[in-house]
């Protein structure tokens, strides 16, 4: 079971932790059945796939409440969520942290974003002032439960004011007392290495690899050998889902059929297979009596 061990102290300890990002109870059972034991909620494979929408701060913090709820309901994984902004001020940021952690958050992640926020690789991102952001934390902090429940404080100032306003926001945001650090869109390696020279020895780091974004596609080892504890993957479920439905959707309307996509579908024993349906069945069976 992965809560054997804190995300906490397992953050501590190499290997780098891999979360590929998630969006619902099926994704999150499919990435533990491949070996993962962290698993990061992703806002924006949410709003994707919710709404069909851009991550332009759509979703709503209810939303990815009942979310992160039927996700730990299914699986025992360590959840890293994200919040977004918090959905407000410092006030919905503890409610959001409250609702998160009872729900079975164990790392809820706050950006220092303005609304409308959007994603960290999109065009156009404003922010709050740093002592806002400050604020944020504190209130975060102090509505969290549980110590093991971890802060992540990320900043967007990088696209908008610069590499190093944003590690002053970075260590600001450590000084708040944030549990990790997580600096977007760096551009480069040498990025890379710059955010670790500067932040590595005050804070565990988090890395995010968007297919296609702002940041280099290092490899988990790359980032562990640069420094990095933690490395998510958020919407690249979403990419790859996306591009075989489009595919498995053109097949059935050119042939009428879903026959000639077979060999690359489960068939309705494969997908109860991995659902555990045999399993739930007995459990019921047992009890009838």
């Not at 970075?170 to 000084?175: L, P, S």
């Not at 690359?264 to 019921?284: K, Q």
């Amino acid at each position: 079971m992965a809560d054997a061990e804190t995300l906490r102290s397992r953050l501590a300890r190499k290997p780098i932790v891999v979360a590929p990002g998630i969006y619902d109870s099926f994704t999150a059972l499919v990435a533990m059945q491949a070996g993962f034991a962290t698993l990061y909620v992703s806002g924006a494979a949410i709003a994707y796939t919710r709404l069909g929408r851009p991550d332009i701060g759509l979703v709503s913090m209810n939303e990815v409440a009942a979310t992160v709820a039927l996700i730990r309901d299914r699986v025992a994984a360590h959840l890293i969520v994200d919040a977004d902004t918090g959905y407000g001020n410092a006030l919905n940021v503890a409610r959001t942290v409250r609702e998160f952690e009872r729900f079975g958050a164990n790392a809820i992640q706050i950006e220092d974003q303005d609304f409308p926020k959007r994603c960290g690789h999109l065009v156009g991102k404003t922010l709050i002032p740093a002592a806002e952001m400050c604020g944020k934390l504190h209130a975060a902090l102090d509505a969290r439960r549980s110590r093991d429940t971890i802060i992540i404080a990320r900043t967007d100032a990088i696209a908008v004011e610069g590499f190093d306003p944003a590690i002053e926001r970075a260590i600001a945001y450590r000084e708040a007392g944030a549990d990790l650090l997580f600096v977007e869109a760096p551009k480069t390696r040498e990025d890379l290495n710059r955010i670790v020279s500067a932040l590595g020895k005050t804070a565990p780091l988090m890395a995010n690899i968007v297919e296609g974004g702002k940041t280099p596609p290092l490899s988990a080892a790359e980032l562990e050998a640069i420094g990095f504890a933690l490395v998510i993957f958020p919407g690249g479920i979403v990419r790859a889902l996306g591009r075989m439905a489009s595919e498995y959707y053109a097949s059935l309307a050119t042939h009428g059929s879903s026959e000639p996509f077979s060999e690359r579908m489960l068939d309705f024993t494969g997908l109860n297979d991995l659902i555990e349906t045999p399993e739930l069945l007995a459990m019921g069976k047992r009890y009838e009596a």
